[in-house]
Nanobody, 121 residues
C-alpha cells in the first residue's frame, strides 16, 4: 500500500543545515508531483516546497525561498529537502505528500509520520 516515510529531522542551531528525505513506496512515484509541508503546534499545516514529476519545475513558500531546495530521485523513489540557514521559525514537523501538480492540494489525503525539525537560537 501507499507509504511515505520521512527522515532526517534533528535539533540544530540557527544558521545550521539539514537534509530531509522521504522514501515513497506503493505507488509509481515518478508519475506524481510531490511536496514538503510543515506543521507547528497551533498552526495549520503549510506547504513549504513542491516539485513536478521530472524536476523541471519547483516552487517555494516565500518564507523558505533561497534557503531550501527540493529535489527528487525517481530511480530510487526518494524526495529530498535541503534546508540551509535554518531559522527558529523553521521549527516544526515536516511531511512529504503527493500533490496535484502546480498546487498544494492533496488528491489523496495520506500523510506519513513526519520528521521533527527543531531550530534553537
Amino acid at each position: 500500500q501507499r507509504q511515505l516515510v520521512e527522515s532526517g529531522g534533528d535539533s540544530v542551531q540557527a544558521g545550521g543545515s539539514l537534509r530531509l528525505q522521504c522514501a515513497a513506496s506503493g505507488f509509481v512515484f515518478r508519475l506524481y508531483c510531490m511536496a514538503w509541508f510543515r506543521q507547528t503546534p497551533g498552526k495549520e499545516r503549510e506547504g513549504v516546497a513542491r516539485i513536478d514529476r521530472t524536476s523541471t519545475s519547483t516552487h517555494y513558500a516565500d518564507s523558505v525561498k533561497g534557503r531550501f531546495t527540493i529535489s527528487r530521485d525517481n530511480a530510487e523513489n526518494l524526495l529530498y529537502l535541503e534546508m540551509n540557514s535554518l531559522k527558529v521559525e523553521d521549527t516544526g514537523r515536516y511531511y512529504c505528500a503527493e500533490v496535484s501538480c502546480g498546487s498544494w492540494i492533496l488528491p489523496i489525503d495520506y500523510w506519513g509520520q513526519g520528521t521533527q525539525v527543531t531550530v534553537s537560537s
